[in-house]
């Protein structure tokens, strides 16, 4: 059964502090995987990954892919609370070239002061 | 561009009544996702269209369930009749397809529904 788990489910720091969320897959014909963050909305991207051991960086954010252990890190330096949210990871997954994606139970995220 | 555009954005109704979610994908995107949330089973994808086709409704949960895509820019996912337990945040994605691997899927402001 394909399926992508995240790690921790739910996570409080203090503001400052660096943060590593994880996520592991198992899928049949991976395509690439996607960061998501969530706030009381919707999801927004945040990166996609398709290659082992390239950093994507935005700003405090950032991720890696492992395709041999099959498993992404997200990392946040100097946390704020407006980091506060549900971190999700997916897998753009399956043979055909549509971009179905399996979503793990996410990361809740709280920030403190 | 205004983004995934979707109505309503808060649903109550009865038990046993007809729903209708509606989606408006961004102009030009060729795919269209909808997806289920809710706190047990966190982001669940019930079905996709490509090209205005649908390509896999395994997520479907059953039969009550139903979803067309009449043209690229209007999309409905109807639940007959409704349950409680069908009550869940529903979301619709688009994505363009432009690079060569996966697509960005952009997400709407999803639609509330309570199912009293």
């Known amino acids: 059964e394909d399926k992508v788990v995240q790690s921790p489910l739910s996570l409080v720091v203090h503001e400052g502090d660096t943060v590593t969320l994880n996520c592991s897959y198992e899928?049949?014909?991976?395509?690439?995987l996607l960061w998501y963050k969530q706030e009381k909305k919707a999801p927004t991207f945040l990166f996609m990954l398709t290659s082992s051991g390239i950093e994507k960086k935005s700003g405090r954010l950032s991720s890696i892919l492992d395709k041999k252990e099959l498993s992404s890190i997200l990392n946040i330096t100097a946390t704020q609370t407006g980091d506060s949210a549900i971190y999700l990871c997916?897998?753009?997954?399956?043979?055909?070239?549509?971009?179905?994606?399996?979503f793990g139970q996410g990361t809740t995220l709280q920030v403190k002061p | 561009d205004a983004g995934v555009i979707q109505s309503p954005r808060h649903e109550v109704t009865e038990m046993g009544q007809e729903v209708t979610l509606r989606c408006k994908p961004i102009?030009?995107?060729?795919?269209l996702f909808w997806y289920r949330q809710t706190m047990m089973r966190g982001l669940e994808l019930l079905i996709y269209?490509?090209?205005?086709?649908?390509?896999?409704d395994s997520g479907m949960p059953e039969d009550r369930f139903s979803a067309k895509m009449p043209n690229a820019s209007f999309s409905t996912l109807k639940i007959q009749p409704s349950e409680p337990r069908d009550s869940a945040v529903y979301f619709c994605?688009?994505?363009?397809?432009?690079?060569?691997?996966?697509?960005?899927?952009?997400f709407g402001p999803g639609t509330r529904l309570t199912v009293t």
């Open positions: 899928v049949t014909n991976f395509r690439s």
């Open positions: 102009s030009g995107h060729n795919s």
């Open positions: 994605a688009s994505s363009s397809g432009r690079t060569s691997y996966s697509y960005e899927q952009y």
């Open positions: 269209f490509n090209n205005n086709v649908p390509i896999d």
């Open positions: 997916a897998v753009d997954y399956g043979s055909s070239n549509t971009g179905k994606l399996i």
